[in-house]
């Protein structure tokens, strides 16, 4: 008998600490390709749809690496055939499918969750199947509480239903996830709604880990991939790659993403088969077009990722599906309109000697006949059709929330007599807390007191500009604009907020308007030459990026989120001497300090430019751990390679992924 049961985990976890209270203004933290390559590859303009930030979130750094015993919350779907484990408060994650037949999970599950700086808001970890959705990286949502709860439909099936506001884009996502009986596979529909009036760029990716042995194959139904090693982006036969077949994972040399060509008629699958041909099969309606394989690679730097994100050791490979053919595009979701789709997981069973001893076209078909049997076209379709049936029912039975800017979103949103958020995804307002009390004071009483996060939206910016002559109104407006990407107007709201300090601004929003107008001035310290922007010279913007730091920093002493995004603009504009004296107050002889790893880095790096390279190897050699190094970053490697030649690179500072 099929069942939704609430219960908990126990695993090694790592504390996620606070989230940080700086708005996220700068750039995203991975950079697009340049679109030129992009067209050359024949995928068009992927230039569009990438915000200006990631405004209005904050980060999630606040976490380290000690993992402890933790209870975790589950919700349980399970039938005869399979098992599947949800983690509500960690982004709804799908963190288990076990297939009872072969007594095998299908999803790489690690005992611990260790957290790492992958993620758009940095927190991330490994292992299940997340959903991603916003723009290019790991969801906002991803290390968050979503709210959750279950849907009982009138043929008695009952659903598991995620729902959350994504405040990037501004729109409303749900996850249902039923589990018939005597069902091989799960299935999983999502729904993607845009309340506003107008398109907005759209991102989704269901990524999946898989378990990666030296005998596992990936198959799709595509004869070529867009190839993406970190630096390019080439077409290539993935079975016939730099001189390897790359569709078995362990078998590559480096880090890279498989983005299959599936064409559009085709089905659209990926599947995993292992050396008995078992492995996960990601199957879905046509709405989720492109699908991608994820390896590490064999380098050392590769397996030593794998190791930083799992502790517990046990290597893995992803696959992917996603609304586009590659995650460097976004689609246009149209104002007032909604997308959905239905995926399926299950166990394909392939037969190994076909899976595997096949040439790759004679593979794929084999995974074709399989991937029908296992649930064909039709009855996938008609499993759409049913989820769609079900989408706007009511909640029966409301399990837990997520946070409170969906209900304060809804709330603005009635007052402006705008169209509600669909039915079948409440925010009630129970799920309102301290950091939306604020905004509804703004809301219901139109006084504003100043706030430490926020929304985002011309519904706020159109409250905000009403207040005239109120400081803290204005520093938000700056915040909002800048994030949108509009730094003129950030600018000369910035100091506006300063000539008012007097009249009210508390010194923390003081010291982020010298932030914000850093960030700025660091924007446009993008110059060659020393050649001048807009009659101001390189030089000139460098100067007011560190002195604005400077100021900042003094205001805020102890914010080490601050400090450490002082110390990078500082060194990135070539003042080691100035990163120096804003490290001279820190607490380095202790070494459990928040952000101890990552500011002990930068005093290596100040160090490291000011010439002072033995001392530079003393710190290497006495160890540097920084829990949130940046996926792709490899400073350590340098420094110890420029500070410490001729000796090997320990194995810890090692992340290289080209």
């Known amino acids: 008998m099929a069942s939704i049961t609430v219960s908990s985990l126990r695993l090694k976890a790592a504390a996620l600490g606070p989230d940080g209270t700086l708005p996220l203004l700068g750039p995203l933290p991975e950079t697009p390709y340049d679109p030129v390559s992009g067209a050359a590859a024949g995928l068009g303009d992927i230039g569009y749809g990438y915000p200006p930030s990631l405004h209005p979130y904050t980060a999630q750094d606040g976490y380290g690496r000690t993992l402890e015993d933790r209870e975790v919350e589950a919700v349980v779907l399970e039938n005869g055939l399979l098992r599947a484990v949800f983690l509500p408060g960690w982004g709804g994650r799908l963190w288990e499918l076990f297939d009872k037949r072969s007594g095998k999970q299908l999803l790489h599950t690690p005992g611990t969750l260790q957290l790492a700086n992958f993620a758009l808001r940095n927190a991330w970890f490994a292992g299940g199947i997340e959903w991603n959705i916003g723009t290019r990286g790991h969801s906002p949502t991803t290390c968050a509480p979503l709210h959750h709860g279950i849907v009982r439909g009138p043929d008695g099936q009952e659903v598991l239903r995620f729902w959350e506001y994504e405040r990037l884009r501004g729109v409303v996502f749900q996850v249902d996830a039923w589990l018939p009986e005597d069902s091989p596979v799960l299935f999983v529909s999502v729904r993607i709604s845009n309340p506003q009036d107008h398109d907005v760029p759209m991102y989704w990716w269901s990524n999946a880990a898989v378990p990666q042995s030296p005998g596992t194959r990936v198959l799709a139904p595509a004869a070529t991939a867009y190839s993406s090693d970190y630096s390019s982006i080439t077409v290539v036969d993935p079975s016939r790659h730099e001189g390897r077949d790359c569709t078995w994972p362990a078998r590559n040399m480096h880090a890279n993403d498989f983005f299959f060509d599936v064409p559009e008629a085709a089905r659209k699958?990926?599947?995993?088969?292992?050396?008995?041909?078992?492995?996960?099969?990601?199957?879905?309606?046509?709405?989720?077009?492109?699908?991608?394989?994820?390896?590490?690679?064999?380098?050392?730097g590769g397996?030593?990722?794998?190791?930083?994100?799992?502790?517990?050791?046990?290597?893995?490979?992803?696959?992917?599906?996603?609304?586009?053919?590659?995650?460097?595009?976004?689609?246009?979701?149209?104002?007032?309109?909604?997308?959905?789709?239905?995926?399926?997981?299950?166990?394909?069973?392939?037969?190994?000697?076909?899976?595997?001893?096949?040439?790759?076209?004679?593979?794929?078909?084999?995974?074709?006949?399989?991937?029908?049997?296992?649930?064909?076209?039709?009855?996938?379709?008609?499993?759409?059709?049913?989820?769609?049936?079900?989408?706007?029912?009511?909640?029966?039975?409301?399990?837990?929330?997520?946070?409170?800017?969906?209900?304060?979103?809804?709330?603005?949103?009635?007052?402006?007599?705008?169209?509600?958020?669909?039915?079948?995804?409440?925010?009630?307002?129970?799920?309102?807390?301290?950091?939306?009390?604020?905004?509804?004071?703004?809301?219901?009483?139109?006084?504003?007191?100043?706030?430490?996060?926020?929304?985002?939206?011309?519904?706020?910016?159109?409250?905000?500009?009403?207040?005239?002559?109120?400081?803290a109104a204005v520093i938000h407006r700056a915040f909002m604009a800048h994030g949108a990407g509009r730094v003129d107007e950030a600018r000369a709201l910035y100091l506006e907020a300063l000539d008012q300090a007097t009249a009210g601004l508390t010194v923390r929003d003081t010291a982020l308007a010298h932030r914000g107008l850093a960030l700025i001035a660091r924007g446009r310290a993008v110059v060659v030459d020393g050649s001048d922007v807009d009659d101001v010279s390189g030089e000139e913007v460098r100067r007011e990026t560190v002195a604005r730091y400077r100021t900042a920093c003094a205001l805020l002493p102890d914010d080490r989120r601050l400090l450490a995004e002082a110390l990078e603009a500082v060194l990135e504009a070539g003042e080691p001497e100035e990163a120096l004296a804003l490290l001279s107050g820190v607490p380095f002889e202790e070494p459990t300090a928040f952000f101890h790893g990552r500011l002990?880095?930068?005093?290596?790096?100040?160090?490291?430019?000011?010439?002072?390279?033995?001392?530079?190897?003393?710190?290497l050699k006495a160890g540097i751990e920084v829990p949130d190094l940046r996926e792709g970053v490899n400073v350590l490697r340098e420094l110890w390679e420029s500070a410490v030649p001729g000796e090997p690179l320990p194995v810890e500072y090692d992340f290289t992924m080209t």
């Open 269 to 300: 699958w990926v599947l995993t088969a292992d050396d008995d041909g078992d492995g996960l099969a990601m199957l879905s309606t046509d709405r989720l077009r492109g699908r991608k394989l994820f390896v590490w690679g064999t380098s050392e």
């Open 303 to 471: 397996r030593h990722w794998q190791r930083w994100l799992t502790p517990d050791g046990g290597e893995y490979a992803e696959i992917q599906a996603g609304l586009a053919q590659t995650q460097f595009q976004h689609l246009p979701l149209p104002g007032g309109s909604s997308w959905s789709w239905t995926e399926a997981y299950g166990n394909a069973g392939l037969d190994p000697a076909r899976a595997h001893a096949a040439e790759w076209p004679a593979a794929v078909a084999h995974g074709v006949e399989r991937v029908d049997k296992l649930l064909n076209r039709a009855a996938l379709d008609e499993a759409h059709r049913a989820a769609e049936a079900r989408m706007d029912l009511p909640v029966d039975e409301i399990l837990g929330q997520g946070h409170g800017w969906g209900a304060l979103e809804a709330l603005a949103r009635q007052k402006s007599g705008l169209p509600s958020f669909p039915v079948g995804t409440p925010f009630p307002e129970s799920s309102l807390g301290a950091e939306q009390e604020p905004w509804l004071a703004l809301l219901r009483d139109g006084a504003f007191p100043g706030a430490a996060t926020q929304p985002a939206g011309p519904l706020w910016e159109e409250r905000l500009a009403a207040l005239a002559g109120d400081p």
């Open 600 to 619: 002990l880095l930068l005093r290596a790096r100040t160090l490291h430019a000011l010439g002072r390279t033995q001392e530079v190897a003393e710190l």
